[in-house]
């Protein structure tokens, strides 16, 4: 495939993905919803995009998210981090998806949170509410959008809907 042929599959590809993404923070799902398939969506992205797509949604969905109200103002100061952990998830994960797909989820999962909850605890001063949102469940729905990931995916394959290779 020519080089126009695979930039114009990578930002049609990153587009979908970003709207789907964008389409379940918009949609007033509860964070319970949202977050794992959000997670779900940069997991995805890394597979079948690339670590750059991933990355790329990853940091535009908590902006997005801020800037449309759906991330409360106290939480300005973590966009950041927000995208950094997005960022790290897609990263470590794009790194071992090739080697074993449930490590590399874990580890990406892992990652995110320590990052977020480092930021809580050591760089940004946040509500404790805030504080507490931002760790033990940021692992969970990260690990909630591997496991809808994983679904996705085998249904993907099995119905051969779309060319997975990158």
Known sequence: MDNRRLRTRWITRTAILLAL???FQLGAFPQPVTGPIINMVLFLAAMIVGISSGVIIGILTPLTAFVTGIL???LGPMIPFIAGGNALLVIVFGLLKNKNKYLGIGAGAVVKFLLLAAAVRLFIDVPENIARMMSLPQLLTALGGGVVFLIVY??????DVVDLET
């Open 154 to 159: 085998k249904a993907l394959q099995v119905t």
């Open 21 to 23: 993404a964008l389409v």
């Open 72 to 74: 409360p103002p106290p």
